[in-house]
């Protein structure tokens, strides 16, 4: 079991494909550690499930696979930045716009971020997509095979309904993962700049517990540098 007492406070952005365990590595970090996690894609469908014009303009974009145009996410991270706390970006930067303007945001608060890049084999994502359950208000996941509710369909915290995403599908799947490599995977060289060295790499092919075990170190390695 991993203590609180050893993580080093730092920002993190999490890249890596959908399905690579982003989202689930970030809720533990931010229920154990206290993490702020921002995550673009859960703040997208609060709003295309309060039907604000964010959403009615999101919607048709998130179910088709593509990106949301980047002036829209950066104001909406901007506006989420405020107040204190190591805050933990989960989905963004997904291009090198919205790194640059990360860059600029962060650069105003003093601060930097680390980039914990996803390693993971591009077969094994439909699977765990298409076995993914959501609770959609927390944005908690479940997988019916690897990571089961105690209740199939029930969210073991709230025992709300789970559903499957509208953009799992397979074929939107597919989709996703070729604009991942079109627009998100040269953030890799981004962050990964010999000049300024910001990433770090992790297995997301191990088990979930695993891959917290070897975030929390290299968190610890990397303490100081993105603070
Ligand atoms: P978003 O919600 O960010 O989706 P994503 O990046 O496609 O990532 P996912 O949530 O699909 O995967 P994840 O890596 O979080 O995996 P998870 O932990 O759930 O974005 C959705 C859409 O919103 C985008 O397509 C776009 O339209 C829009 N959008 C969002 N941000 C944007 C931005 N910045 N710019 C423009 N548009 C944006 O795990 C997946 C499954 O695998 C789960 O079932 C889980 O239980 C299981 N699992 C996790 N880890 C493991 C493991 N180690 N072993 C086995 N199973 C595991």
């Known amino acids: 079991m991993i203590n609180a007492t050893e993580v080093s ?31 673009t894609g859960d703040m997208l469908r609060a709003n295309v499930a309060a039907d604000t014009a964010l959403g009615r303009e999101a919607k048709p974009i998130m179910a088709s696979g593509a990106l949301v145009p980047d002036d829209l996410i950066v104001r909406m991270i901007e506006a989420e930045m405020g107040g204190s706390g190591e805050l ?8 090198v716009e919205q790194a640059r303007a990360l860059d600029a945001l962060l650069a105003r608060k003093h601060a930097s971020a680390v980039a914990v890049l996803f390693e993971v084999d591009r077969d094994v994502l439909v699977d765990r997509l298409t076995g993914r359950w959501t609770h959609l208000p927390s944005g908690r996941v479940y997988n019916e095979r690897t990571a089961p509710p105690k209740v199939a369909g029930i969210d073991d915290v709230t025992g709300e309904p789970l559903v499957q995403r509208a953009d799992d599908k397979a074929e939107t799947i597919r989709t996703r993962l070729d604009v991942y490599d079109e627009q998100t995977k040269p953030l890799i060289a981004y962050y990964d700049d010999p000049a300024d060295p910001r990433l770090v790499t992790v297995d997301a092919l191990a088990p979930i517990e695993t891959v917290t075990a070897r975030l929390v170190a290299l968190i610890n390695d990397n303490g100081q540098a993105g603070r």
Request: proline share 8%; net charge positive; hydrophobic share 45%.
């Open 88 to 95: 933990l970006f989960d989905g963004f930067p997904r291009t």
């Open 9 to 39: 406070v730092v920002n993190l952005i999490f890249l890596g494909p959908p399905g690579a365990g982003k989202g689930t590595q970030a809720q533990i970090l931010a229920q154990r550690f206290g993490f702020r996690q921002l995550s």
